[in-house]
């Protein structure tokens, strides 16, 4: 056999055993095929829920502390070309390696290069990828590097191998740029590195190559935590900044998330929508549901109750109660919910006409008998006969302000919890996932 680049190969390292099985590198591609097969079989196998149960969580998930899933979703495939090409490289160069190495060392490049090549890749992306091909990049990596101190690596790492990966691995970077594939090329990339940086230490550059691979571990922890670059992670600090009611912070977010990436401009809008709710501007508001329009008009037509909410609480302010009744009509045309029926009844309250409040006030009660605690409250108040009275007693501006106080409430347990968010959702499409 040729020896690589001029080098005598090292008589000090054992030759692999040929008749080793491999057996870790063979249970790996059973429980991938398997849980590939699993989730082909199951058509809910890419639902929010469903995909997390697989293994692959999102990128909000990782953030609030789902780390293992940087390892189990190495395992999950998004197609069968997907699955097939991986598993195939997967055989051909894990089985030799183990032999040569032994199964710690195989294990611990395996788990090694697993949370590095997913840590990357959602550092750079909105998801942590799925897929064995970082893991495949980095066993590809140290074979290739330390083919001269394992004779055995060169029959399967042969100059049409390398050509070909390292061809596949610069030709992704313009098929995932052009939108034909999605594709984890920070995957890719680290993983590759993450070999030849643990190579170093079979050659005997153990410096180099402590160096190098706690740059590698170290980048891609810390990137879970500080990730000024990633639109997720701005996302993910806009959504905890939101769950703790700062809107502020919460908008300086999202906002920037939308700067460096389009693609989450559809969740980012939703958020930002129920954030101007929150705090009362109707102009922000109507932006906000505007821009979630041109990308989804579905996910804008969600929004249309806090939008009406917000337009008839400012009517209602201004004395302009019939408009604001017919604005509450027009809502309930596109949502027939029961929030906006307790809307259309407070609205009936405003006018003076008790018994489209009683009626309006009985339906939210159908609808959710559990919840319309408000309708309970005013359906008194007008059985009794003081729907008058009501508004009598109370200044407008003080009654408009204690029911714009309590919107959480009007809209139901839940409110601001749409099912469009990015966490939420779990950014479960596969054609929006990273293969890696």
Known sequence: MENVEGEAPDRSVPAAD??????????????TAALFI???IRPDSWEPEMIKRWGAVSAFGIYEGAYWSLLSSVFVHGDFIHAGFNLYWMWILGIPLERAVGKWRWVMLFLGSAWVSSAMQLAFSSSAGIGLSGVLYAIFGFMWRARSKYPSFQAVVTPQVIQWLLLWLVICFPLTASGVLNIGNAAHVSGLLCGVAVAEAALGRRTRALFASAVLLIASTASLFYAPWSPAWHAFRGERAFDA??????????????ELDARVSEFVWVRLAWVAYYEDKLADLRLAVAALGSLNPD????LEPILCFAETFALAREGRYDEASKRVVQALAIADRADLHELAGVTAVLRDDGEAAATSFREAIKMDPVHRIYSRLFLWTVDAGRGRRLRADKELSEYIRWLGG????????GAGRVSLGPHRQESAARTRRPRN
Do not use: C, N, Q
């Open 18 to 31: 040929p008749h080793a099985a491999g057996w870790l590198t063979r249970i790996v591609v059973v429980v």
């Open 38 to 40: 699993a989730m082909s």
């Open 245 to 258: 009611e700062r809107w502020g912070e919460a908008k300086r977010y999202y906002h920037r998330a939308i």
């Open 299 to 302: 996910a804008a037509d969600e």
């Open 406 to 413: 309590r919107r959480r409430e009007f809209m139901g347990p």
